[in-house]
């Protein structure tokens, strides 16, 4: 089964600071990777996905991530961050080899970033 | 488009009580899924259903809840006898094809069971 590992459960940081919000799983051939963020009181939404191509992707909100295979992983980035983005951020990896076609993500736990001014 | 709808946002309710979530995916999304969310666990999967049919059940915590997507265009969780361990927000989202592309959630609805 797939597991995704997000490394820190908080992130504290400075506004117009840049941030990392690290993310792996466990190893596959052919992966779908999604970052979601989650403000207060509100469901999950997406922030950016890697299916093919770029191992760069940029998603809303001046975020993007780098897809790595050879370390599973998938971190996001922001080089500035502002007050309006602390939310909870999830993980999320699709793993295409799982047998039976089933489909089914696998989240993370979760990363709090909060941004102080 | 208005998005995956969940009713109600809110539900308060006593020990051994039915409680019961709706939700109504997007027009033309064919997956479905159930999560329950809380500060223990985390967000867990409850239930995935694709063109209606249940496909994996496998996170149901117990007997007492039940899904059902008769249509398309609507699914209800339901828990019955409600316990307090019950408390949580429950998230359903909708995704196009087997789930694997993004999914799209709602606004939850937050239970507490007294």
């Known amino acids: 089964a797939q597991s995704v590992t997000q490394l820190d459960s908080q992130v504290p940081v400075f506004e117009e600071a840049p941030v990392e919000l690290r993310c792996n799983y466990s190893?596959?051939?052919?992966?779908?990777l999604f970052w979601y963020v989650q403000y207060p009181n509100q469901g999950l939404q997406l922030l950016l996905k890697?299916?093919?191509?770029?191992?760069l992707v940029k998603g809303i909100n001046g975020f993007e991530a780098e897809f790595n295979k050879s370390q599973t992983s998938f971190h996001l980035r922001k080089p500035s961050v502002h007050i309006s983005d602390t939310a909870e951020y999830f993980c999320?990896?699709?793993?295409?080899?799982?047998?039976?076609?089933?489909?089914?993500?696998?989240f993370g736990r979760g990363t709090s970033l909060i941004v102080h001014p | 488009d208005a998005g995956v709808i969940q009713s109600p946002r809110h539900e308060v309710t006593e020990m051994g009580q039915e409680v019961t979530l709706r939700c109504k995916p997007i027009?033309?999304?064919?997956?479905l899924f159930w999560y329950r969310q809380t500060m223990m666990r985390g967000l867990e999967l409850l239930i995935y259903?694709?063109?209606?049919?249940?496909?994996?059940d496998s996170g149901m915590p117990e007997d007492r809840f039940s899904a059902k997507m008769p249509n398309a265009s609507f699914s209800t969780l339901k828990i019955q006898p409600s316990e307090p361990r019950d408390s949580a927000v429950y998230f359903c989202?909708?995704?196009?094809?087997?789930?694997?592309?993004?999914?799209?959630f709602g606004p939850g609805t937050r239970l507490t069971v007294t």
């Open positions: 999320a990896v699709s793993d295409l080899a799982l047998t039976g076609g089933s489909y089914i993500p696998t």
């Open positions: 027009s033309g999304h064919n997956s």
């Open positions: 190893s596959s051939v052919s992966v779908y």
């Open positions: 259903f694709n063109n209606n049919v249940p496909i994996d």
């Open positions: 890697y299916l093919s191509g770029s191992t």
């Open positions: 989202a909708s995704a196009p094809g087997k789930g694997a592309y993004e999914q799209y």
